[in-house]
């Protein structure tokens, strides 16, 4: 049982080896790359002027700013990079769940799955965990190791112009907890997402051509129907609330970190007077509280066990 | 247990059309059993009853396992090929051999890298690169080396090279087959497998029409080269089929006594697809 799951997983990332460990290790090599030409323009910029105005807001003048507000400057942008990853983990996923019940049948392979001694729950129940927990995990490994590469590249930096690197990077930026905060953010994104999860592997296994179409146009169908069934009925022709409902979901799966402020409006301001990582620790730990959480997991749980079934009894070609 | 498969009334339905009507069926063990019938006729169906991936009216037994039910325990007994291109793309030779080594407790890695090592693939090539006929080798490699009761192949050679067509059989023959294990092929090219058989099952609109063994067979089924002189006394014993050869005439005649008909010419084995064809015909006319 446990040996077949293991061995599901390494399948999932052998066939999504570009997808979930290339993704993440391609956007922290951008991430530095511009870094650098952002650092190298300035000092052509600095050259060519005569002027250094670039270089000292950036690197000069970096110790003028107090503890407080150094540890801000650091926690501002691990966040939002951390941010960023958490953004394409989620798309990432959403399209590797969206075709991993679909594209065995599209090649013709799922005769060769189906024909080892492996049940379709413990199929499709490896594939959603791959999506829930490991896949999470790698991108977390390689946002941390991106981070560290970034606070090693400013060092460098900041020793070329007579700079201390430590009191100016390694005690302001706080690794390890901006670390517990993405791990947290992943949580809390894969919570909110689960629903969302669900019904795409629903998608996955149900659809015989474009699960895509099928997973966007099926709710898409439901709305527009319960719309007018509203305006109907009661003469409601303005049902905001209808949309903000679901749209709840996508957004705080989508960027976590925002997702304590209920109303679906998003804002991360960070400054002496705005949201620490502490804040940001405690928001998601509001957020994971919230009870809509357990209706997506219940959503989810329907659908998954749907998925299985139609994986069962419908997908035998 | 010398029965491998029991079918007792086993009956399939898709909407108001009749897949499988009321099949009896018995396969024992060591058989090579050819299954075969036009398109349509209920072939696909059976197997997939056979390999739990359909519900069925009726019982069924696979080596006493219903396989409906217990597919997945099912599967460590029974090894199908459905068709040759069903390894995914993306994946490489030894993650192939990894996941089935993990996943399946009858595997002998030693034994596929063995059959593999006779063939040109290498340990890290992807499905993508190979030609169908090395998806094929990789692909009987693996399933020569779990240790199954019952090999299930449905069009196994469809699309190949004649020369890998010929392999394959070979292959299964030579290095697989045992009279502890049992394989069950359906094929359109009758001709290839026919030498291979031990059992032949007909099946036409869902009712199996012929379950004879090949020596059966061959005692009452008789093609003779009859000379245009013998012509109407041939057709007196009413043949099942007449063709026309370099002047003279094949006939196919369905007779108890060999003797008789060595009368009228020279008297061989029958083809299976000649033989299915009659009786066919057979058929249509009762």
Known sequence: MIKNFKALIRREFWEHRGAFIKTPIIISIVLLVIAIIGYIIGLVFASKTGSTEFVDKGINELHKLSETQLSTFWDVQLISTSTLFLFVLYIVLFFFILGSLFDDRKDGSIQFWKSLPISDSETVLSKLITAMIFVPLVFTAIFVLYSIANLVLTSILLLFHGQNPWSLVWVPANIGKITLIMLMGALTQMLWALPIYGWLMFSSSWSKRRPFLFAIFIPLLVAVAWYFLNVVTRMNFVQVDMFKWPAKYFMFAALPYGSSVSNGVHHISLGDNGMSLNDIASNLKASIMHVEIIYGIIFAAVFIALSIWVRRYRNTT | ?286
């Open chain 2, 1 to 286: 247990m010398t029965q491998i498969i029991k079918a007792t009334n086993l009956s399939k339905s898709y909407g108001k059309f009749q897949a499988l009507k009321n099949i009896n069926l018995t396969i024992g063990k060591g058989k090579i059993v050819g299954l075969i019938g036009p398109n349509g006729a209920g072939k696909t169906t059976l197997l997939k009853s056979l390999l739990g991936l359909t519900a069925y009216d009726g019982d069924l037994e696979v080596m006493g396992i219903s396989p409906f039910k217990d597919r997945a325990k099912l599967m460590e007994d029974i090894c199908f090929i459905a068709d040759v291109a069903v390894l995914p793309d993306w994946i490489k030779v030894n993650e192939v051999l990894d996941f089935v080594e993990q996943t399946h407790p009858k595997f002998s890695r030693t034994k596929a890298e063995s059959f593999l090592k006779k063939t040109k693939l290498g340990a890290k090539q992807k499905v993508k690169s190979m030609s169908k006929g090395m998806v094929v080798q990789l692909h009987l490699a693996i399933v020569m080396s779990i240790e199954a009761k019952l090999l299930v192949l449905d069009e196994p050679t469809l699309g190949l090279d004649i020369i890998y067509r010929k392999d394959f059989y070979d292959n299964l023959l030579n290095d697989y087959f045992d009279n502890e294990r049992t394989i069950i092929i359906t094929t359109h090219q009758v001709e290839e497998i026919e030498h291979i058989l031990t059992d032949l099952l007909f099946i036409k609109d869902g009712e199996i029409v012929l379950d004879a063994n090949m020596e059966e067979l061959t005692e009452e089924y008789f093609e003779v080269m009859v000379s245009s002189e013998n012509y109407d006394d041939a057709m007196s014993f009413k043949p099942l089929q007449s063709r026309k050869v370099f002047g003279k005439h094949v006939m196919l005649f369905k007779h108890p006594n060999r003797g008789e008909l060595e009368a009228l010419g020279e008297v061989q084995r029958p083809g299976v697809a000649d033989l299915f064809v009659a009786m066919l015909k057979e058929e249509d006319a009762a």
